[in-house]
């Protein structure tokens, strides 16, 4: 009984140590032994690793490729441009005996060095560069954060730059600025159009001036062409050759039809100057003759003024037959008599003279 007890306890204690000693290492990993503390320098590779019950403990590395996004980065490009640029890393391990003891985490290291090469590759770098040369950004990103990474065991396969944000008024600046370039290539294009259709008219007008007749043709193509689009319109070609014959013929005719307007002109003002002048000579005429009518008035006005009473006989008295009028009448028709009897004298004495108011 006590033996059969020493067995079971026995195995059982064989069974807990062959536990403790067998390991099972996946297909993506590696196995590093460290014996009483001390690495072992052979690996473990995939599949079922013994190890000494007591003595060995292993740490599994993971061998897999790795992707690690890098944070957005704040920074200042060398052109002095506010930019915000994030990135995302590739590594794998490829000594899992220095990821094991050269570094305590190796991610967290990859990712300091990542986010420090990411800020030093903004500053270092323009605008365009970050926006349109990403290549070469990331060639040299991938070198700044492998140099480190090689002494720990890690091999950085790929970096990439993401995303480069810029302030709203950047934006508004580059899009004023593409829409000038967009404008600038469209005038090129408009203007080598011009170009290539002028050496063609030329090419055309040389052979119609070959043939005259071909412009004649041409022209009453044109004609058909305006007809078609408004027929209201009547089309009155006039020869470019007779235009420069004018031109050629009109300096002289011009030079004296200019000198004959002139002549006029001067002619017009002249009788202009002297039809004022007699109209100024006429109003100076009118302004005597009216302060000669009014000196004879104040002359006239004072010889009446001096002149002496007049003694003017009474009217004889009608005969008694005839009925007198009522006194008021008579009293009214009387000073309108003796009016008339005064006015009508007077007049004639002014007429005969002072001799004879004295008579």
């Known amino acids: 009984m006590i033996t059969i007890t020493v067995l079971i306890a026995i195995v059982g204690l064989v069974l807990v140590l062959l536990g403790s000693s067998v390991r099972v290492v996946t297909q993506y990993e590696r196995g590093v032994v ?9 690996t473990r590779g995939p599949g079922l690793a013994l190890i000494a019950p007591i003595a060995d403990r292993m740490r599994k ?13 704040d920074g200042i490009t060398r052109d002095n441009v506010t930019v915000r640029v994030d990135a995302v890393l590739y590594y794998r391990v490829v000594d899992p005996v220095r990821v094991a003891v050269d570094v305590a985490d190796y991610s967290a290291a990859i990712l300091q060095v990542a986010q420090a090469s990411l800020r030093s590759i903004i500053g270092k770098s323009e605008l365009d560069d970050l926006l349109s040369n990403r290549e070469r950004l990331n060639q040299g990103l991938e070198l700044m954060i492998d140099n480190p990474a090689v002494g720990w065991g890690v091999h950085i396969d790929r970096v990439e730059i993401k995303d480069v944000a810029l302030p709203e008024s950047m934006k508004r600046s ?24 002028s050496r063609k008219l030329a090419q055309a007008a040389e052979v119609m001036s070959q043939h005259p007749a071909a412009l004649q043709l041409r022209l009453l193509q044109t004609v058909v062409e305006v007809a078609a689009e408004k027929n209201s319109t009547l089309v009155l070609p006039f020869p470019v050759e007779l235009l420069r014959f004018l031109e050629r013929a009109t300096p002289a005719d011009v030079a004296n039809t200019e000198i004959a307007n002139t002549a006029i002109a001067n002619a017009d003002v ?43 006989p009474t009217p ?32 004639v004495l002014l007429r005969q003279g002072p001799s004879r108011w004295s008579g």
């Open 174 to 197: 580059m899009s004023r600025q593409a829409e000038a370039e967009r404008e600038r290539r469209s005038r090129v294009i408009t203007a080598e159009g011009e170009l290539q259709a």
């Open 270 to 312: 002249a009788d202009t100057e002297i039809a004022d002048a007699h109209v100024a000579d006429a109003h100076i005429a009118d302004a005597d003759v009216a302060d000669a009518d009014v000196v004879n008035t104040d002359v006239a006005d004072t010889d009446i003024t001096n002149t002496a009473p007049i003694s003017i």
């Open 316 to 347: 004889r008295a009608e005969p008694p037959d005839v009925a007198s009028p009522p006194a008021e009448a008579t009293s009214g028709a009387g000073v309108r008599d003796n009016g008339a009897a005064q006015e009508a004298p007077l007049h």
């Open 61 to 73: 590395v993971n061998m897999q490729i790795i992707t690690q996004p890098v944070p957005a980065q």
């Open 34 to 42: 460290f014996r009483f503390g001390r690495v072992r320098p052979q």
